[in-house]
């Protein structure tokens, strides 16, 4: 039961962009939302209240926002609606960046936040609800971890988990440390505390959530102990643990040990490696080498010789030759990755590399980056061919978007794999239970094959835990 508030009744939508950590803010924001009495919608015009969750890694997400939210100016409200305008507010990296030059540029937006202080949204809505005008707030530093908020998951067996936010690293094409800060890590007991409560409330998957997991505790510690996190998340008894990202510099040998070790930590791992020429990597300020890199990788698979792995890569930093581009090819080649999200680079105001001149016309660079996606796919195309006749646990999802008596899950790898809805189921019983799925297809972006005999109960929910 609500007692009433501002909020009673009011519909909100939320639209996010960006990472996997905007993404989580967002489930704070509907939370806070909904505890307050609101109710989520699916469609902008259904809206009272609209909050864009921002993102400006690179340039194409920061013309998107302002697009979407000129274009919200003349959509009309939503009918039956108690308001007499929709309130607009933008949060996340943009919101942090820009401040008041958003409402300056976009005079029909009443509220902006930054990634430090998204508790303070529902006061924002709340004074522009009262006075109407604008409300601008952000804030240069975080007080709080946005954990504290309450949360409406998108799936109620799968949860991020922050255990640290902002980053150090300030490579050189980078705006994220400018937009989420100064890298703070979580309390360990808060982290555990919080995957326990996971974990009773029947969360089946946990992806652990930083710019750089690999250097967390550095600031808490006085060393690095993601380790130690990994191994007290897998105390908790989750069924699949995962996290991201990893900076290939604090990779350290304990942890590629967890993959050998750790129950619950799924074999596949996002390393990215942004190039694979020495130069570049120096001029990016990524403070590892070419030969470092694949020495991780080494290590990784005698370790785990099946782990997949991912990577990104950013195609045409300036100043990169075809003889550096051509190093970055050899090694997509050599990793043999699963999944390589590729990007072409994107100048950013404010970050050192933004100031470099690069001579290289604008199609050679997009030359490149075709050739590196067609590359990329024919090697992911090859490396789901491993699993062509296994048995693989599918931790599933929902309906295929492309057919919906088709079951879509996870597996171990990341895999997406799809599979027929066993006569006499349905998605709505299955969607968060894992099965077992034979694989007798292998594309590039995903697996399929038929549910196995014996899925059901899965065979981990039944060792006891
Ligand atoms: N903290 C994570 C994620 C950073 S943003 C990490 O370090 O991996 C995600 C990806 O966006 C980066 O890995 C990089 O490949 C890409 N990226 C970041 N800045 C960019 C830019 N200016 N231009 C193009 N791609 C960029
Ligand atoms: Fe950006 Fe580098 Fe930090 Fe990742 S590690 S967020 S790429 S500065
Ligand atoms: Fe984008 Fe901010 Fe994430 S800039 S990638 S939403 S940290």
């Known amino acids: 039961m609500h007692t ?49 969750m ?32 929709r309130v607009v507010a933008v949060g996340g990296c943009i919101g942090q960046r820009d401040g008041q030059k958003l409402v300056d540029e976009l005079p029909h937006l009443d509220v902006v936040f930054g990634t430090h202080n998204l508790g303070s949204l529902p006061r924002l809505f709340e004074e522009a609800l009262d006075e109407g005008g604008h409300h ?35 490579c050189s094409y980078c705006i994220v440390p400018y937009v989420r800060g100064r890298e703070k890590s979580r309390p360990l007991e808060d982290i555990v505390a919080e995957a326990e409560g996971y974990v009773a409330a029947g969360v089946k998957e946990i992806t652990l959530l930083g710019q750089n997991v690999n250097s967390y505790g550095r600031d808490l510690y006085g060393s690095p102990r993601f380790a130690a996190v990994l191994d007290a998340l897998d105390a908790t008894g989750i069924e699949r643990l995962r996290f991201a990202t990893s900076h290939p510099k604090d990779l350290t040998d304990e942890v590629i040990g967890r993959f050998g070790t750790l129950r619950s930590l799924m074999p596949a791992l996002h390393l990215p490696v942004q190039s694979g020429s020495d130069a570049v990597l120096a001029a990016m300020n990524r403070r590892y080498t070419r030969a470092h890199y694949l020495e991780l990788v080494r290590k990784l698979r005698d370790v785990l010789p099946e782990i997949a792995l991912s990577t990104d890569i950013i195609v045409g930093f300036p ?14 080649d050599e990793v043999g990755y699963h999944q390589v999200f590729t990007f072409i680079y994107s100048k950013r105001e404010g970050t050192p590399a933004a100031s470099v001149d690069d001579p290289t016309p604008r199609d050679v660079i997009q030359g490149r980056f075709d050739r590196l996606v067609d590359f990329v ?22 309906a295929s978007k492309r057919d919906a008596g088709l079951l879509a899950g996870k597996s171990p790898k990341n895999q997406t794999v799809h599979a027929p809805l066993p006569e006499g189921t349905s998605i709505e019983e299955l969607a968060g239970t894992t099965v077992r799925v034979r694989i007798d297809e292998a ?11 014996g899925s059901e109960p899965p065979a981990e929910a039944a060792d006891g835990r």
Not at 5 to 28: V, W
Not at 147 to 167: M, V
Not at 377 to 398: H, I, M, P, Y
Not at 443 to 453: Q, R
Request: glycine share 8%.
């Open 54 to 85: 921002t993102c400006c890694v690179r340039e194409a997400a920061d013309t998107r926002l302002y697009g979407q939210v000129a274009s919200l100016k003349n959509t009309p409200l939503r009918a039956g609606t108690p308001l007499s305008k």
């Open 319 to 332: 100043g990169e030759t075809a003889k550096d581009f051509e190093d970055t090819y050899r090694l997509v």
């Open 136 to 170: 601008v707030e952000v804030l240069d530093a975080g007080s709080s971890f946005a954990s504290e908020l309450p949360t409406a998951r998108e799936h109620a067996w799968a949860a991020w988990l922050p255990i640290a936010q902002g980053c150090n690293n300030f």
């Open 377 to 398: 796919q024919k090697r992911a195309f090859e490396a789901n061919q491993a699993d062509l006749g296994s048995t693989v646990d599918v931790l599933v999802e929902g």
């Open 4 to 52: 009433h508030t501002p909020f009673t009744n009011l519909a909100f939508c939320i639209r996010t962009f960006g990472c996997q950590m905007n993404k989580h803010d967002s489930e704070r924001v509907a939370g806070m939302l909904e505890g307050l009495g609101a109710l989520p919608v699916d469609a902008i015009e259904d809206a009272d209240l609209v909050v864009f």
């Open 443 to 453: 594309k590039t972006w995903y697996l399929a094959g038929e549910v196995a005999e």
